[in-house]
């Protein structure tokens, strides 16, 4: 391939201006790009939600579940489907097969068949589907204090409101903010004294309940008429007419009711580190910047003005992992940098290390523009593939420089050498890259949500690899022709002594030779060796190593998670949720950021589950350069793991790491199928039992949870 290393060695201006350019190129790349924790990839998830209130799990599943479940499985591409019904809800999850490339058609189409069911009951409410998405919340604030709720709520609205308008920023979550509500409590004597009946009141505050549209002025005034009959305060409440009083005036609803103002119960409650509090879970666009919108959201937190006694946290803060990942990408880019040109340096001089450097900032300029072009953003996985082919990139050039750098020692010029050293090494370079290659790109043939992740690591890496390819053969041979030189060498004098390097170069050349004549004469003994060894080591770590696909590090997040027997009432569930609070929070760890209390909901492996029963405290630690030690992380879960041995009225109590990611199921399933549902009960009870025997097993459960009681009517 002399042809492509003379051209570039005849058209320096060109190269170095094709260099230039892509090292620019690369740098505006990398500023535009979206930074974020982790990529926006489809599940191949959706679920499918029905609300049936007052109804029993197996009216749920009779008169809801299974007329949905028909009409849905006519929807092309459905992998798998199940559905669980408990009181007063059902729930249909729906897995596509991996080949179905566009979800967001396919859930369309589960929302059509949804759609086209007509004989659900009329109480039922109507079905929401909604597809499993990867947004994990960018940061979270909690406003919090021993103050009013009206306060707490004013003051958590207001910043919602004011975080929604921060660039990037989806949707703002709200937790913990309960409705207003007016109670009207209509006295019946003082019905009965004025005479008034019951649907009299009921009609006024249902006239007085919204404002009503009266059309135009007429032909020639175009100007809207609207009746503001609308009354939102419980003043206003009082003030409405019933009916004219007889004896004169009128007789409001303040005249036969008490009116209050207050709030609507709340389905789910909220803590944060054992105060009242709204919870906001800022959530951000699928391109947006994760970096910019802690930094927007941070400085809003700390211009806010906040009544006395209210405290505002932040918490949670994805940007944190992303600048640690991105802070180890430029570490590990220096530090390579250092290396090569130190190491190059000694052997062939520090200008053609110069060369073999300039490599490595060309290479990760192609990798930024490529992965732009493809849609990839700066995220942990991207950012760990980059850190993987660092020191890969640099080798091209490496063999390029020690190849071109052999010929001008043996007196051959620059040019005359660029051309012919390259053009030597051109197939070997090409062969070890595309091997380098190949080693990587068997990820893109995973399937499922795993698969889409992973196969981001592949296109990196092979973007990094071919940038290296262009610089090492177009770029590198151009500036080697211009700029190379040979180090110069005292000439060996006769009867000089050697220097103590000579003699150790000589001696360990010596042994290496000695070696490989060695090895060259038992070629065969050396081979089958090699390849016994090799084999015994892949046998030794199969039989002694674990199969773990990511290594655990320390944890960021952990929740304990609480079912109580599913006729427990919010007061009961709350009392056991105060006490798991009390104690996490009286352990005391400066490790820990915030602890958050829910009850109504709790996670599980494939998303949410929701009553009165359940409960879940959230604990967030500080971002791991802040910790005490390392490992504090997860020495805190295993001491939070012993806390909770002696409580009572949880059926269930899970204390676990919690990553965000997509929704996965458990390490170990086993899903027990039958027609009669107490002996799957009573099976699936025997299998958990013996499955708790097992060395190693934790957190093990069932799905099945007995209903409330009911009293029946015949």
Known sequence: MEGLARFAVRQSLLVNLVGVTMVVVGAFTLQEMHRESLPQVPTGWCRVEVAYPGASAEEIEQLVLEPMENAVWNVDGIAEMWGSAREGVGLIFIQFEPSVEDVGRAVLEVQGEVNS????????????VREFTVNVPTIAIAVRGEVPEPVIRRVGLDLADELETIPGVAAVQRNGVRDR???VDVDPD????LGVPLTSVADALSVRGANVPAGTLGERDARLVRGMAKVDTAAAVREVVVRPDPRGGAITVGDVAEVDEGFAPASVTGRVNGEPGVLLLVRKEAQADSLNISRDARALVEALDVPEGVSVDVFGD???EVRRSLNSLYGNAATGLVLVLAILWFFVGGRNATMAALGLPVALAGAFAAMHVMGITINVISLLALILCLGIVVDDAIILIENIYRHMEAGMSRKRAAVVGTAEVFWPVMASTATTCAAFLPMLLMTGVLGKFFAIIPKVVVASLVASLIEAFFILPSHMADFGRVSRRKEHEPGRPPTRWERIGAR???RYEGLLKGALRRRYVVIGAAYLAAGGLIAAAVMTKDVVLFTDGDVDTFDVRVKLPTDASKQQTDAVMR?????LLALEQGDVEAVVTARGVTRTNMGVDRGDHVGMVTVYLKPPEQRSSVGAGRALLAEASRLFDDLVGPVSLEVIEWRPGPPRGAPVAVRVKGDDLDELAEMA???????RQIPGARNVATD???GKRELQGR
């Open 117 to 128: 069911v007509t004989d659900l009951p009329d109480e039922a409410e109507a079905p929401k």
């Open 181 to 183: 509500r007016i109670t």
């Open 190 to 193: 003082r019905l009965a004294a």
């Open 318 to 320: 994805a940007a944190h």
């Open 508 to 510: 360990l050349a010596a």
């Open 579 to 583: 006490e798991v609070e009390r104690r």
């Open 685 to 691: 009870g025997q299998i958990a039992a013996e499955l």
């Open 704 to 706: 099945y949870q007995l």
